[in-house]
C-alpha cells in the first residue's frame, strides 16, 4: 500500500499473524518493501507482524509514529537496515515505551561519529530498550563498540553473515525473533 505524508507517498506493506507482536522494519534507501519479503515469510513463521516502511529522506521519527497510529500499533520492535536505522535509532530514544526492541544494520548511535566521522545529532537521547548492532565491518564494528555507552539496557553487536543471502536473512530473522521475546 501507498500512505502520502506530507505530499510525498510512503510505500507501506503490513502483512502477518493479525494478532502477533509487531515488528517494524524501515528500509535502506532504494530497497523497495519487498526486498524484506524472505525476513517478513520467516518473522510470519514466529508468529510476528510485520510493517515494512520504505525510505525517503524526506521521512521523519513523527512520520513513522504517524503511521504506526493510523495502523493502530501502540508498540512494536523496531529494525533499521543501514539508512533507515538513523530513523530507527532516534524513533526509541525518543519514544519511551512505543518500541520494545531495536535491531539495525551497520549504523551506530547518533551521538557516535560514524566510519566517516560525522555525528548525525549530538543531542539524540540515549536508548532504554534492548539492542542489537549487526555490523558487516571492522569500521561498522568499531562504531557499534562505541554506541554502547549510549544504550541503558542490555546491548548485543553481532558480526552479519556475508556467506550467502540466505544465511544472511536467517541470522536477522533470527535476532529480531530474540529482540521481540519477552522472556
Known amino acids: ?99 520494545v526492541g531495536l535491531v539495525v544494520i551497520d549504523r551506530g548511535h547518533p551521538r557516535v561519529a560514524d566510519s566517516n566521522g560525522v555525528v548525525l545529532d549530538e543531542q539524540c537521547p540515549p536508548v532504554e530498550t534492548g539492542t542489537t548492532v549487526l555490523v558487516s565491518s571492522p569500521a561498522a564494528r568499531a562504531v557499534a563498540r562505541a554506541s554502547q555507552q549510549y544504550v541503558y539496557a542490555e546491548y548485543r553487536v553481532v558480526d552479519l553473515a556475508r556467506r550467502t543471502v540466505q544465511e544472511s536473512t536467517a541470522q536477522l530473522a533470527a535476532e529480531i525473533v530474540l529482540r521481540s521475546t519477552t522472556w
Open 1 to 99: 500500500m501507498m500512505t502520502t505524508l506530507d505530499g510525498f507517498p510512503v510505500p507501506v506493506a503490513l502483512a502477518g499473524p493479525e494478532k502477533g507482536s509487531v515488528v517494524v522494519i524501515l528500509g535502506d534507501e532504494q530497497r523497495a518493501p519487498v526486498a524484506y519479503d524472505a525476513v517478513c515469510d520467516r518473522l510470519h513463521t514466529a508468529s510476528l507482524r510485520t510493517v515494512v516502511i520504505g525510505l525517503d529522506r524526506r521521512l521523519t521519527a513523527k512520520s513513522v509514529v504517524g503511521i504506526l497510529d493510523a495502523l493502530g500499533i501502540g508498540w512494536a520492535v523496531v529494525v533499521g537496515d543501514r539508512a533507515g536505522a538513523e530513523i530507527a535509532w532516534e524513533l526509541v530514544a525518543t519514544r519511551l515505551g512505543r518500541f
